[in-house]
């Protein structure tokens, strides 16, 4: 199902090599009528319906609550009333936890989300928690890292600094790292974060319903960004202060405990970062036009849709 929500990165080239294979059901998610029979015959379902946009988030909030939030819990009504006790396998993410008490960060860590996107997606979260609680659904919820890797969205803005560097490696331009470049993330390769879900998705008993999904090693944005340029063959890497506004939501340094998910469902990832962006820049490099005009000015961080609706709001350093 996808709803092609702009802003949210729907391309259908992503599903082009399995086209026949597959049916697509062009509505939300919050519009259950359109697409009950399938619920009913479902033995899982993979949501990753939602904004991952943190920027857009505070921008327009009310939008971001809407499709975060609201849709999913009428999402998950739908699904208690026509595909009781359904497995659910939620992408979550980690931006729940907010700036890390300590790291890596585990699954007790406190939630404190600091943007609009991470308290829905945290509302979201319970959501799928509670009607597990009441069974309703049998739901798990996987927080993850930067996800990066061939079909991302890199003619969208505001996608996370991954997508940003993609879209600057494509279109020869450099690569900008705001701050000092030494906050640390853990990045994962797409083809490991699938591996995730289709293992929360077989399991027939699941031990927890919460776990952490992040990359095999964390690297400071400047060595990703340094990595990323060695696979393009010597981009230019800059730090800049960080634009108005951005600093309040950056979290600082994160990397992921993931070994609970690696304890209770032998996952763990295997595509380390100088491998995986290769991986990446070699996909574009032969499917580039599907997704990125080279010839376009790079996008602002404002949908044409919302131009002129930007909210005002005052950010307050902590």
């Not at 690569?175 to 906050?183: I, N, S, Y």
Request: hydrophobic share 40%; aromatic share 10%.
């Amino acid at each position: 199902m996808d709803s092609s929500v702009p802003g949210c990165g729907a391309n259908p080239y992503n599903i082009e090599p399995v086209r026949g294979r597959i049916q697509v059901c062009p509505h939300p998610i919050c519009e259950p009528e359109w697409f009950s029979d399938r619920l009913g015959s479902s033995d899982v379902i993979f949501n990753l319906a939602g904004e991952i946009s943190h920027v857009h988030s505070m921008d327009f909030p009310e939008r971001d609550m809407q499709i975060n939030a609201v849709a999913q819990l009428q999402f998950l009504e739908a699904c208690g009333r026509l595909a009781r006790g359904v497995r659910i396998v939620y992408a979550s993410t980690r931006q729940v936890y907010g700036v890390p008490k300590y790291l890596p960060v585990d699954e007790s860590h406190p939630i404190q989300p600091i943007d609009f996107n991470g308290v829905h997606k945290y509302a979201a979260t319970t959501y799928h928690l509670l009607y597990s609680t009441l069974g309703e659904i049998d739901a798990v919820a996987l927080l993850l890292t930067n996800v990066y890797g061939p079909r991302m969205a890199v003619n969208v803005p505001c996608q996370g600094f991954l997508s940003t560097f993609l879209r600057r490696l494509l279109t020869g331009g450099p690569l900008e790292v705001f701050g000092d470049g030494r906050q640390v993330r853990d990045p994962i390769y797409v083809d490991d974060a699938v591996e995730a879900f289709l293992l929360a998705g077989d399991i027939p008993r699941l031990p927890s319903r919460l776990y952490n999904v992040g990359g095999p090693e964390p690297l400071t944005l400047l060595e990703i960004a340094e990595l990323a340029s060695r696979a393009a063959a010597g981009a230019a890497v800059e730090t800049r202060p960080f634009p108005e506004g951005r600093k309040a939501i950056d979290i600082g340094s994160y990397y992921t405990n993931y070994s609970r998910i690696r304890d209770e469902l032998g996952w763990e990832p295997k595509v380390g970062f100088a491998d995986g962006i290769s991986r990446t820049l070699a996909y574009y490099g032969e499917n580039l036009p599907h997704y990125l005009d080279p010839a376009f000015p790079q996008p602002s961080c404002i949908m044409p849709e919302h131009q002129g609706l930007r909210r005002r709001l005052t950010f307050a350093n902590v």
